[in-house]
C-alpha cells in the first residue's frame, strides 16, 4: 500500500514538471517571436505576407480609421515600445509619424524612401507627392520588394523566408495587375474616367490608363471648393460618366451632390487608406484591390 502511495507521488511530481516545463517551452516561443509595427492595416496584411507567422504584425490604425490626420494615443505609445521596427509609408500619408518616433527607439522602414512619387498638382499640396502608391497593384508589387529586401537586411536569419514569401505573394499581385490591364484594354476609351472623392487613385491612372477626377486632392474635405465642384460636375455630364465613386474612410456626401446634378449612378465606396474590418469586403490588400477593380468594373462598362 505504501509503495503504491509512494508511486502515485512520483507520478504526480512528474505529470507536474512536465505540465511545467511545457507551458515555459510555448511561453518561451510565444515571446521569442519579435513584433513589427506598421502605420496603418493595407502595409500591416503587406508585411505580414512576407513574414508569416515568424513575427507578430500590428497597425497603429485599426480597420475603417482615418490615417491621414490619425492622432496616437498613449496606449499606442506603450505597443510601439516593443516592436523592432517600425514601418510606414511616407511621403507625408501619416502627418503624425515624425512626432510619434521622436521618443521611441526601434528602427524605422518608411516605404516611399524607395519609391519613385507621382506629385499633386493642385492648390494647397501642388508639387507634394501622392502618398496612396499601394492603390496601384503594379506599385504593391514594389512595396513587397522593399519590404523583403529592408527585413531581410535587419534579420538575415530570415532572408530566405522572408524572399521565398515574397515571390508568392507577388505572384498572387501580379495575377490582378493582369487583370486591372485586360479590364482597361476591354473598355471603351471614353469611359477611362475614374471620378473619386479623394485624389487617391494618380498611381492607379497612371499605370493602367484611366483619367483621374476628384474632388479634392488629399484627405481633408475641406478643400472641397466650389469651383472643383463645379468642375466635376460639368465634366461628367460632358462625357456622360455612368458611374463615381467614394473611399471608405470618407463621407460620400458630396459626390451624392455630383450624382444628383449629373444624373450619374453612385457607383460605391472603394477601399484605399484602409482594410475592411475582418468580415467586411476588403479584409486584406489583395481582397482590397479586388474588390476596388471589381466596383469599378460594374460601375464603368
Ligand atoms: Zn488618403
Redesign the pocket.
Known amino acids: 500500500m505504501k509503495k503504491r502511495h509512494t508511486f502515485l507521488v512520483l507520478a504526480c511530481l512528474i505529470c507536474l514538471f512536465f505540465t511545467t516545463a511545457c507551458k515555459r517551452t510555448s511561453n518561451n516561443s510565444e515571446t521569442k517571436k519579435e513584433f513589427v509595427l506598421a502605420s496603418f492595416t493595407v502595409l500591416a496584411d503587406i508585411i505580414r505576407n512576407v513574414v508569416t507567422d515568424d513575427f507578430i504584425v500590428k497597425s497603429i490604425t485599426k480597420p475603417g480609421v482615418e ?2 490626420a490619425y492622432k496616437p494615443t498613449p496606449s499606442d505609445l506603450i505597443n510601439a515600445s516593443e516592436a523592432f521596427v517600425f514601418v510606414d509609408n511616407g511621403f507625408g ?1 501619416e502627418i503624425w509619424s515624425e512626432k510619434f518616433v521622436s521618443n521611441l527607439q526601434f528602427k524605422r522602414l518608411t516605404i516611399a524612401n524607395d519609391l519613385d512619387p507621382i506629385f499633386i498638382t493642385e492648390d494647397f499640396y501642388k508639387g507634394k507627392p501622392n ?2 502608391a499601394w492603390i496601384s497593384p503594379k506599385r504593391g508589387i514594389l512595396y513587397v520588394d522593399i519590404i523583403v529586401k529592408s527585413l531581410s537586411e535587419l534579420r538575415p536569419s530570415k532572408r530566405e523566408l522572408f524572399e521565398r514569401n515574397g515571390e508568392i505573394y507577388k505572384n498572387k499581385l501580379s495575377k490582378i495587375d493582369k487583370d486591372f490591364k485586360l479590364f482597361i484594354n476591354n473598355l471603351e476609351q471614353d469611359r477611362r474616367y475614374l471620378v473619386t472623392c ?1 485624389g ?1 487613385f494618380s498611381y492607379l491612372a497612371k499605370d493602367y490608363g484611366l483619367n483621374e477626377v476628384y474632388l479634392w486632392p ?2 481633408a474635405e475641406s478643400q472641397i471648393t466650389p469651383k472643383r465642384m463645379a468642375r466635376t460636375i460639368s465634366l461628367v455630364k460632358k462625357k456622360n460618366i455612368p458611374s463615381v465613386f467614394c ?1 471608405s ?1 470618407v463621407s460620400n456626401e458630396s459626390q451624392m451632390v455630383v450624382v444628383n446634378e449629373t444624373g450619374a449612378k453612385f457607383g460605391g465606396n472603394l477601399f ?2 484602409s482594410l475592411s474590418s475582418a468580415n467586411g469586403p476588403a479584409n486584406s490588400y489583395l481582397g482590397m484591390l479586388k474588390h476596388n477593380l471589381k466596383i469599378i468594373k460594374k460601375g464603368l462598362y
Do not use: Q
Open positions: 490615417v491621414h500619408f502618398p496612396h479623394e487617391a488629399v484627405n473611399e474612410t484605399v487608406d
